[in-house]
């Protein structure tokens, strides 16, 4: 069972706040209610590998919203760097909005929900801005993944290493 469950979230989010606070890509958090029906988490995010080891390749602390709403929906909005190129966002008239962190199309196994907790969505959101500007330095992205635009059954999953973990996360 996931250490902070939706209704754990929107009911105490200083509590939340206080779980998410520990994890060591985190810097700061700050939480407000932006609604009766909705949570804002303000992370400051450090650049750490997936170890846990600082980046120290310059790599910038990024700011994002955390937007949870009482329908479940979550939403990473990056603050910082607003002006710089980004690969995997979701836009609506050609504004970058939220951080697109997973294709629509994937397996449920390789996709977030809320039984995977709260403290692994941060570090979903912390990786994913890592990517982003792996990116932005090197013109590529350093794992595998799904370009934008519709796939008929999902994009084929290229390398041994995301088929083994599909078929891992489907066993449960």
Known sequence: MAELELRMVLEEPGMAARVLAPIPCVESVVRRRAS?????FRLRLLPHDS?????REGYPIEEVHVVISSNGIIRAVPKSGRQREWLHRNSMFGIGLDLCL?????????RWD??????EYVRI???HLIHEEYWRRHGEWPV???????WPGGW???TTQMKQA??????G
């Open 36 to 40: 009766p029906c909705e949570v804002v």
């Open 51 to 55: 170890t846990g080891v600082f980046i």
């Open 102 to 110: 997973w294709d629509p199309n994937d397996p449920t196994s390789l």
């Open 114 to 119: 809320w039984d995977d907790g709260l403290e």
């Open 125 to 127: 959101v912390s990786r």
């Open 144 to 150: 595998e993944d799904s370009p934008h635009g519709s």
């Open 156 to 158: 084929p999953m290229r």
């Open 166 to 171: 599909s078929r891992r996360w489907r066993r």
